[in-house]
């Protein structure tokens, strides 16, 4: 499924002009060639790798160089969407909503995003540790077993109960 396909489907409101699918408004490059920000309609998708998060952010946020984000609010952006690891996890704010933070990075000045801030709209299966909305799995509590009850000091009902079932 191409991007264009994708971020119709996962934005809110009807992304189609004309009857025909609503193509990025604007391509932004990276030193390689390849695309790193796109603008659709009123949202900008910024393309990373998971491995790639800024060590300054504590391995927790991206950045955008401040030239590039400045073109793209004054062409409508509103919400921005960052996208790792092709998919396997997207985040999603409003940016109005968004912290400013600006730093000088590698002699770039860019805008940091603290990924904290963020929803993760795609991928909640695959989210961070640190993540607070992150689904919990419950585990059974850990009963001891019967080697262990005499090394870790059991309570009277373990060593009761332990004692009646062997």
Not at 46 to 74: F, N, P, T, W
Not at 101 to 124: H, M, P
Request: glycine share 10%.
């Amino acid at each position: 499924m191409g991007l264009c396909r994708w971020i119709l489907g996962a934005l809110p409101g009807d992304r189609r002009v004309g009857g025909a699918a609503m193509t990025a408004r604007k391509h932004w490059y990276g030193n390689r060639g390849k695309i790193v920000l796109e603008l659709h309609g009123d949202a900008l998708v910024k393309h990373e790798r998971s491995k790639d998060r800024l060590r300054v952010l504590g391995e927790k946020g991206h950045a955008i160089d401040e030239q590039m984000y400045q073109e793209a609010i004054s062409l409508g952006a509103k919400e921005i969407f960052i996208n790792e690891d092709s998919r396997r996890l997207v985040w999603r704010a409003d940016i109005a909503d968004l912290p400013r933070d600006v730093r000088t990075i590698a002699g770039v000045r860019r805008r940091c995003f603290n990924l904290c801030f963020f929803e993760l709209v795609e991928g909640v299966e695959n989210a961070p540790t640190w993540y607070v909305n992150r689904p919990r799995t419950e585990e059974p509590p850990k009963r001891p077993e019967p080697a262990q009850l005499g090394l870790f000091g059991a309570t009277p009902n373990e060593a009761r109960l332990f004692y009646e079932t062997n």
